[in-house]
């Protein structure tokens, strides 16, 4: 019975925090916008680029580690 209680109050705790938080969103979503710093389409741009070095970068990464984590299973194995 003190399960059902728990787990009921924490259901009760995150559905109101979302219902808080998604109507604080909605009530200042103009403003936020406004004050972010990618008023301009170079801004914008930058972010593009920022994003798609960060993704390329870690792929190649991710390959890398995965190619030595293979090599190592490998001479595990024999």
Known sequence: MKRIF???I?????VT???????YVKKY???LIEHTPLNSSDDLLLLQKTV???CSDFQKNMH?????LNTKL???QK
């Open 52 to 54: 798609e070095t960060f």
């Open 6 to 8: 728990w787990i009921t």
């Open 29 to 31: 979503a103009d403003t």
């Open 74 to 76: 490998m001479e595990k």
């Open 64 to 68: 890398q580690r995965e190619t030595e």
């Open 17 to 23: 925090s979302v219902v808080k938080i998604q109507n």
């Open 10 to 14: 924490g259901i009760g705790i995150g």
